[in-house]
């Protein structure tokens, strides 16, 4: 830096900037304190915001309806539901296993006849069927 008498005055800038930061970071808080609205008026902006089914941020007016705290509200409780569906499937196992087993059975000619149909089905679309034999050697 150069004086207006021609007198040059060298300063390091690691002596400077961490002075001049807090200075700014000071300043910017002694504003922020005379607004006693403005984090209420924050909390309020992000929570009430529109969000996209990701919880992000959106412009789009398909989303005004979502807000932040709606989708996190949302999320919340999908995953407790979810957890007491697995933690009641868990305590409910062997239930469980003998209702699949009575439906598999039940329904095995239903399903047998689904697969052949699918089976016929491709068979009669050349394009997406092929069949290979091979006989076992001995």
Do not use: C
């Not at 001049?20 to 992000?46: D, N, T």
């Not at 539901?81 to 239903?110: C, G, H, M, Y």
């Amino acid at each position: 830096m150069t004086t207006g008498g021609g007198m040059t005055l060298n300063i390091d800038e690691n002596l400077v900037k961490p002075v001049v930061e807090k200075e700014i970071e000071a300043a910017v808080i002694r504003e922020l304190e005379k607004m006693p609205l403005l984090l209420p008026q924050m909390v309020s902006h992000v929570l009430l915001m529109p969000v996209s089914d990701r919880g992000e941020p959106s412009n789009s007016s398909y989303d005004k309806h979502r807000t932040y705290m709606n989708w996190v509200f949302q999320k919340a409780i999908q995953e407790a539901t979810k957890e007491a569906i697995v933690n009641w499937l868990k305590n409910n196992n062997d239930a469980l296993e003998k209702e699949v087993d009575k439906q598999l059975r039940a329904s095995s000619s239903k399903f047998a006849k689904s697969v052949i149909d699918a089976f016929v089905g491709l068979a009669n679309n050349s394009w997406r069927f092929s069949v290979n034999v091979e006989l076992p050697k001995d």
